[in-house]
C-alpha cells in the first residue's frame, strides 16, 4: 500500500544553519503531497503542498519540490530560527472510499539552538 | 483557524469505561475525521465522515465507533477503553475539494487509559 518515511529525529540545528528533512514516498498513481508542521501542545498546521510532479510549495521560507523521478519530497529552508522548532510531518493523499484520505510519516523533531 | 474545537481536551478514565471525544466545527464542512497520534507511527486515520450519518472506516478503526448526527459535530466512541488506546486523537476537515486533501486539525485531546 502507500506510504510515506521520513528521516528519523531529533534534527538538532542552531540558528541560521540550513535544514533539509527528507521525505520519500510510495505510492500509485498521483498522490498530492504535504507537510504540515506541529508545535508543541498544538494541533498540526498545514505548511505547503503540491499537487503534482516538479510542482514547488513553499510557505514561511519553507520549501520542498515534488520529484517524481526519485519519489521524494523534501523539505528545505535556507536559514532556520528558533521558532521553527517542531515536529514536521510528510504526508500524501490516498484516494479510495468516499473520500481521499491523508497517510503520514512518522515526524521528525527539529530543535533550533540559538 | 478553521474554527475546530474538541472537548474535552484531556481525559484520564479507567480500562472497560466508555469515552466519547467530540469535534465541533462551525463552518459546516462535509468531511471530517478523526485520527490518532502516537510516537513512532505519526497520525493513523480511524474514522471518517462524508456527510451527515455517513462515516467509513480508517486504518486503525477496531475499538472505536463514531457518529455524526448533525454537520458540525462528529463524535467518537470508545465503547470499553483499554490502555492500548491511550493516545492524543486529533479531529480534522476537508476544506472545500476533498481530492485536494488539505485537512485542517483541531487541537487535540490527550486521552489516557489507566
Known amino acids: 500500500g502507500n506510504s510515506v518515511t521520513q528521516m528519523e529525529g531529533p534534527v538538532t540545528l542552531s540558528e541560521e544553519a540550513f535544514l533539509t528533512i527528507n521525505c520519500t514516498y510510495t505510492?500509485?498513481?498521483?498522490?498530492?503531497l504535504f507537510w504540515y508542521v506541529q508545535y508543541p501542545g498544538e494541533g498540526l498546521q498545514l505548511l505547503l503542498k503540491a499537487t503534482k510532479a516538479d510542482d514547488k510549495g513553499s510557505n514561511k521560507g519553507f520549501e520542498a519540490t515534488y520529484r517524481k523521478e526519485t519519489t521524494s519530497f523534501h523539505l528545505e529552508k535556507g536559514s532556520v530560527q528558533v521558532s521553527d522548532s517542531a515536529v514536521y510531518f510528510c504526508?500524501?493523499?490516498?484516494?479510495?472510499?468516499?473520500?481521499?484520505?491523508?497517510?503520514f510519516g512518522t515526524g521528525t523533531l527539529l530543535a533550533v539552538q540559538p | 483557524d478553521a474554527g475546530i474545537t474538541q472537548s474535552p481536551r484531556h481525559k484520564v478514565t479507567e480500562t472497560g469505561t466508555p469515552v466519547t471525544l467530540r469535534c465541533h466545527q462551525t463552518?459546516?464542512?462535509?468531511?471530517m475525521y478523526w485520527y490518532r497520534q502516537d510516537p513512532g507511527h505519526g497520525l493513523r486515520l480511524i474514522h471518517y465522515s462524508y456527510g451527515v450519518k455517513d462515516t467509513d472506516k480508517g486504518e486503525v478503526s477496531d475499538g472505536y465507533s463514531v457518529s455524526r448526527s448533525k454537520t458540525e459535530d462528529f463524535l467518537l466512541t470508545l465503547e470499553s477503553a483499554t490502555s492500548s488506546q491511550t493516545s492524543v486523537y486529533f479531529c480534522?476537515?476537508?476544506?472545500?475539494?476533498?481530492?485536494?486533501?488539505?485537512?485542517?486539525f483541531g487541537p487535540g485531546t490527550r486521552l489516557t487509559v489507566l
Open positions: 504526508a500524501l493523499s490516498d484516494s479510495g472510499g468516499a473520500t481521499n484520505k491523508l497517510i
Open positions: 463552518e459546516n464542512h462535509r468531511y
Open positions: 505510492a500509485t498513481g498521483y498522490p498530492s
Open positions: 480534522a476537515i476537508s476544506v472545500g475539494d476533498p481530492s485536494t486533501d488539505t485537512q485542517y
